[in-house]
């Protein structure tokens, strides 16, 4: 069972505390969230610890790798920022065990400031409702870009629930109307800027590699050429930019290529080409490279859906080691993004002998309005839902065949073709000889009875689930997409069933009603 948690900071900052801290829980099954509230004190100790351990991770990355290897602005064109240029006058003799003194210790105060009664008390509450199996997505609501900047990996919390990962998000949030492409692989538009003093070609390797992937790389683009495939109307689902970047005030800068002039924009200057990039389904957006949280902040006022970034300034190593863990967990293992998230930052703890505090940089930043993409849900927008009499009918013949692990083959390998032919050829190569002889018998067998596969107009299939997803978020929220997925796995399902079992979680009757007389009228159209 999903469960999502948002905790609003409301006003305030860190000099002078936030008098009204929100948390809501949204779990499935419910159509309403539950709700509590609290408040955090003045922190000014964590701050200035915060900005220690910046200047000490600045300083100590500068000394042990060569300052070409970061992702940051070409020194030659670099725009002074009082947010990142760090002072590092006078911190000498800086070590790693130095470095992980400053670590814990912002660890620690970060603990005990949220350990306080007035928000502990909000926090043993919502932990009575979640249990350490369940995914949780956990969303920090603020602006204040301090607050953002916070080890938030580090609370005791995630250490608690080891299926739980972080989000931040802007208080304001909308749900865009996008327009769903009619693609049976995921379109990437990988842009690779400018590669002073750090290699690419890694990622664009792995890019390459992705199977259910169709991806266009813009390698030194100009802005003519990137606002044209940013236009495109087929539209792209991932946006990816690996090279320099950094933030400058409440923006952030990205560096696309090496011409002397015109060599870089700012996320203002994309703003009407990635507005027409997000109303074409434009669903998650990678930024690899340095010090990102200004192009997040501009970005999330466009209500994209999804965005990763680097918090600092991130050497070439780290970035390319994110990357490789992060799709392999969300396009090879299909993980949820969230959990394909922590999982990569996990891996970053290997190499912190010599990158030091490099589990601390990725970060997502979620626009709550809308369900995080999954990468089976982005690659396969046109291919039919088989049936749950087609998919019961074959569990129930490979149960007696390979046991208990049947459904779960299923499930899997259902999600990987467009028919019930390709499922049936797939889960026949898993089979030994003798098995694949019972397999074809029963299957032959099956065919010989219409009656047993539904009908091709009961079928429940993607343009359908899409309109039900959007009317049922209109009415209850955004738990939708979470009954959604939970009313897939129910077997043996037609359209109506799956309407009936979707209008049964809606607990008021006037929006029960509602719903099901604007999927009535829909059919009926």
Known sequence: MNKAVLINFGSGDLNTGFPRVTVQLWVSGYSRPQQFVGSLPAAPMLAELYRHWQSIYTHICSRSISAKEFRKAPEAESVDDDEIEIETEGITNISQVNFDEVCQNLQQNLNAWLNTP????????????????????????????????????????????????LALSQPEYIRQVQKQQETEKVRILAVLGSTKGIDLTTEQNFLENLNQARTKF????????????????????????????????ETGRIYINENRTNNSLT?????????????????????????????????EKLHIPTIIIM???????????????FLGAFAVSHLSLYLSVRQAREQLLVIED???????????????????PNWLNIAKPVRLVLSSEQIYALESILLDLIGPIAPTLVKNISTQVSNFDDLVERLFTRLSVTQKIEFQRQIDLLLAQPEALEDENKIIDREFIRICEQILAEIIGPIAPILIEEALNLDRQSKTAFVETLASEIADPLLRLEFQQRISNLAAD
Request: proline share 7%; aromatic share 10%; glycine share 4%.
């Open 118 to 165: 007035n928000f502990s008390s909000i926090e043993a509450r919502a932990r009575s409702q979640l249990d350490r199996e369940s995914e949780i997505q956990v969303t920090l609501e603020t602006n204040d870009d301090l607050l953002r900047r916070l080890p938030w990996h580090c609370w005791q919390f995630f250490a608690d629930y080891p299926a739980s990962e």
């Open 267 to 299: 996320i203002e200057q994309l703003q009407a080409s990635l507005k027409t990039a997000i109303a074409n389904g434009l669903k998650l957006a990678i930024f690899n490279s340095c010090d990102g949280l200004g192009l997040a902040n501009t970005l």
């Open 354 to 372: 010599d990158f030091p505090g490099a589990s601390w940089l990725p970060a997502i930043c979620q626009n709550p309005a809308v369900e995080p």
């Open 218 to 249: 813009l390698v030194n683009p100009s802005q003519s050429e990137l606002n044209q495939e940013l236009l495109n109307p087929e539209g792209w689902e991932i946006l990816f930019f690996a090279g320099h970047s950094q933030t400058e005030g």
């Open 311 to 325: 918090r600092e300034p991130v050497p070439n190593r780290v970035a390319q080691e994110f990357f490789k863990y």
